[in-house]
């Protein structure tokens, strides 16, 4: 797989290996050259309470922000969730997040609480990028603690996308400067590659690979299925899985002129 970082506004330097990438990152984060770069996003997602790994992120904590994609638990409740972040706060505490179909639904409103939930929300960060998000995943054979129907799927998304819309739409009639739009799924598309199990079904949503058909975000990233680490594309967006955490999958983000999006 070729990963690409993204530098300049003219220009981009393609690795195709994990060591590559590792080896450039220092380059990334550079202070000689944060000025080229706007903003920088870790996300990743499929926490399951495996915590001891943050430490192993690399720069988890000059990332401008923190995006967790789902499941910070194991069929967890508020006190599991309040674990994670808390620990995760000890890295970088700019985080916004949803809930997995592993995490129950008190988890949602505790994240509402604190006002960071992403679930059929949209926020603006730091006035450059805006993020929407749907949490939970379609129905499962296995009865998990926060499961929707595709239409649930369905009202959630195009609800926070049309909040998202209204964000930017202010934003450009006070800047005149269109902002690129990152979509937070934690269940992946229908047969987009990322929805695979190990028997070769697909098991993604219907109601978010319509959305993203219709809606064309720049960049989603999604989860819930581990063993379909990857990438990949529906149309113009760009899909990032990046897996469970506790392997080591994350996506840096990165925005100047453009959005970029690698994972690592």
Same mark, same amino acid.
């Given at each position: ?70 499941? =910070?638990?194991?069929?967890? !409740? ?6 994670? $972040? &808390?620990? *995760? @706060? ?90 690129? =739009?990152?979509?937070?799924? !934690? ?6 590659? $990322? &929805?695979? *199990? @190990? ?66």
């Amino acid at each position: 797989m070729v990963f690409s970082l993204l530098f300049s506004t003219k220009s981009a330097k393609m690795v195709s290996t994990y060591q590559g990438v590792s080896r450039l990152l220092p380059t990334l984060f550079h202070p000689i050259l944060r000025w080229r770069i706007h903003m920088k996003i870790i996300a990743f997602g499929d926490i399951h309470m495996a915590t001891d790994v943050f430490k192993n992120i690399p720069y988890l904590d000059e990332a401008d922000y923190v995006i967790v994609t789902g499941d =910070l638990t194991n069929f967890g !409740h508020k006190d599991d969730a309040i674990a994670v $972040l &808390d620990r *995760l @706060r000890q890295c970088n505490e700019n985080i916004f997040c949803l809930a997995g179909n592993l995490d129950y639904s008190d988890i949602n409103d505790y994240l509402d609480e604190l006002d960071i939930n992403l679930h059929n929300q949209a926020k603006l960060l730091s006035d450059k990028i805006c993020v929407y998000g749907v949490g939970g995943s379609n129905t499962t054979p296995f009865n998990t603690p926060w499961e929707f129907s595709e239409e649930q799927l369905q009202f959630f998304a195009d609800n926070a996308f049309s909040k998202a819309e209204e964000l930017i739409r202010k934003r450009k009639k006070e800047t005149n400067r269109e902002l690129p =739009l990152l979509f937070i799924s !934690h269940t992946p598309p229908y047969g987009c590659g $990322l &929805d695979q *199990l @190990r028997n070769g079904s697909n098991v993604g949503s219907t109601a978010i690979r319509e959305h993203i058909e219709k809606h064309c975000p720049n960049i989603c990233i999604t989860g819930h299925i581990h063993e379909s680490r990857g990438e990949s594309r529906i149309g113009s967006t760009t899909l990032i899985n990046p897996g469970m955490i506790a392997d080591g999958g994350h996506v840096l983000i990165t925005i100047n002129s453009t959005i970029s999006a690698t994972l690592l």
